[in-house]
């Protein structure tokens, strides 16, 4: 693909800043940590997989410049970093465990200088995107083969190249199944507060040659009742060992209005979204955001009376049992969910 959400480059981070998208790709270069919390705060970058990219090599930018030559002070200055980074936003796995991931590998190199362990933080931060950027292609490789010549897919938020390193997840099952010529139709919902559906979603799939509708949110029964979808597609934030999982604010509703009309439902993700140490829905924490996001357009136009109560939660969580599937890096895992996940995945280190 032709767009790389978030890179290293001349000892900075480069991201795309989505906040921007549509009207402008503007990339800009972030060299403090502070500043990637902010990124990551305000949705300049964002998408579980990104962030867990971003995690990665934020590690990386709060320990680069300080000098010490022992480990204990090093380790006590990596866990302040990951603290903080792990306080800008709650829901998304991928970010706790790329923080996870590179506390491991500096502890696994403590014996060592801590040039060394610089070196080695910094190594596995960008093996993060690698990997990222592999695991997504596999997503779509196992994903495609569940479509059919003119599939039209219904999508909720951002789940593509600009919520991954390059390609995608939700997304990415698409170009992949469009890259072995079969036709596709997406819908996509706009995605309110922030619009990632609407702004992020239509901009990518357009440039990339998509079918792609914009869609308001509370059009998705009418099509589904008028047979115009045949299957939901959507990326996660956290997946527990149960399958429960926690995406983008509004697709739980997708997910029963999917089952009233008999139509499959799929998650895609990779196993750096997953969180086995939560065995349910009720273990895990779901982001509240501003008012404002509610009360306003995008924070230009006000909407509502200005003494309204607004409730913001970012994210929902679709219960295993409305889940046809999950598409992952690994194969397509289906019922029952506590048994299968562990058996796919369990092996594996996630999280
Ligand atoms: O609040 P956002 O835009 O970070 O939410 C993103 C989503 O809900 C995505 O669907 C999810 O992170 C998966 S991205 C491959």
């Known amino acids: 693909m032709d767009i790389r959400t978030i890179d290293w480059k001349n000892n900075k981070i480069r991201i795309i800043d989505q906040t921007k998208l549509p009207l402008k790709l503007l990339y800009i270069n972030i060299d403090h940590l502070e500043d990637l919390w902010q990124a990551i705060k305000i949705m300049q970058v964002r998408g579980a997989p990104a962030l867990g990219a971003a995690a990665g090599l934020g590690m990386y930018l709060g320990i680069k410049d300080y000098i010490c030559s022992d480990w204990g002070k090093f380790s006590r200055k990596l866990n302040s970093v990951a603290k903080y980074l792990a306080s800008s936003r709650p829901t998304a796995r991928n970010l706790f465990w790329g923080i996870e991931r590179i506390l491991a590998v500096a502890s696994a190199h403590k014996n060592q200088p801590i040039t060394k362990i610089k070196q080695a933080i910094l190594a596995d931060a960008k093996l993060i995107m690698q990997e990222d950027a592999f695991s997504c292609r596999k997503i779509g490789a196992y994903g495609a083969r569940l479509f059919k010549n003119n599939n039209k897919v219904l999508t909720i938020c951002n789940a593509g190249i600009l919520a991954t390193i390059d390609y995608g997840t939700a997304l990415g099952v698409v170009y992949t199944a469009v890259s072995q010529g079969k036709k596709v139709e997406v819908f996509c919902c706009e995605t309110r507060p922030l619009l990632q559906g609407a702004r992020l979603t239509t901009w990518e799939l357009n440039k990339q040659g998509i079918d792609v509708t914009l869609i308001a949110d509370n059009t998705a029964a009418k099509l589904m009742q008028e047979n115009q979808v045949d299957m939901v597609i959507t990326g996660a934030d956290r997946i527990a060992a149960n399958g429960d999982t926690a995406n983008k604010i509004g697709s739980f509703n997708l997910a029963v209005l999917a089952k009233y009309h008999n139509i499959p439902f799929y998650v895609a993700a990779p196993k750096s979204t997953f969180d ?76």
Do not use: W
Not at 283 to 295: A, F, M, Y
Not at 302 to 318: C, G, Y
């Open 276 to 351: 086995l140490a939560i065995r349910d829905k009720s273990g895990i924490k779901i982001e509240l955001r501003k008012d404002q996001e509610v009360s306003s357009i995008l924070f230009k136009k006000e909407i509502a009376p200005k003494n309204a109560k607004v409730l913001n939660p970012a994210f929902d969580v679709i219960p295993h049992q409305l889940i046809s599937g999950i598409i992952t890096d690994q194969g397509v895992i289906q019922m029952p969910y506590l048994q299968n996940i562990r058996k796919i995945l369990g092996k594996n280190k996630c999280g």
